[in-house]
Each structure stands twice: as structure tokens, then as C-alpha cells.
């Protein structure tokens, strides 16, 4: 499975929960080669978290090392996915991804 496909994969899954399950306390954020940061998305649902996720970690600024980091959190600030250039997916950690840097 490549990186691209677990996204997909995710967001699919994410999709088909109950509309209970899409509570707004999800957060993304993205860090940068210069140090610098910024949360790109606050309080949104788990679909779009997921989303914006997959498109920060799959762009050509991560593909080539201007984002540096990208991370979700969720409402009690805790990291629930967690991407990083050069590692690739670092949390949730997956053995069977066959593409760990996306390109």
C-alpha cells in the first residue's frame, strides 16, 4: 500500500462514520524549513482534518522539503497523525506502507 492509498483509504473510512462521530475538535498544523509554523485548520471535523492532512503531506512543498512537518491534533491536544520530511508517516506508524517518503 502506498502512502496516497492509506490517505485515501482514511478519509474513506472517516466518511462513512455517523454524522455524531464528525465532532469539531480536530486541528491541523504545519511546520516549515525556516522554523516557522501555522495551524491551517481549528475545530473542524475529522473528514476535513484528514483532508487537509493528505493534501499538506502530499504537495510538492513537502515533496521537497519546505514543509518540514505536519501534524493533527485532536480536542484534548493530543497528536493523532503525525507526518514528518524524509520519515514520512510517523504516527500513526504502519509497517505495510511501501512508500514511506510520498513523492
Known sequence: MTYAAYIQ?????????????????YSVY?????????????FVA???????FGHYTLNPAASIGITKRVFVTNGE????????YAKGLVWPRLPELTEVVPT
Request: without cysteine; charged residues 40%; glycine residues 6%.
Open 9 to 25: 483509504g482514511m478519509l474513506r473510512a472517516v466518511e462513512e462514520q455517523p454524522d455524531d462521530a464528525e465532532d469539531k475538535q
Open 77 to 84: 491536544d493530543s497528536v493523532i497523525m503525525d507526518w514528518t
Open 46 to 52: 475529522l473528514s476535513e482534518a484528514v483532508r487537509a
Open 30 to 42: 504545519q511546520e516549515f524549513e525556516n522554523g516557522m509554523g501555522e495551524q491551517t485548520r481549528r
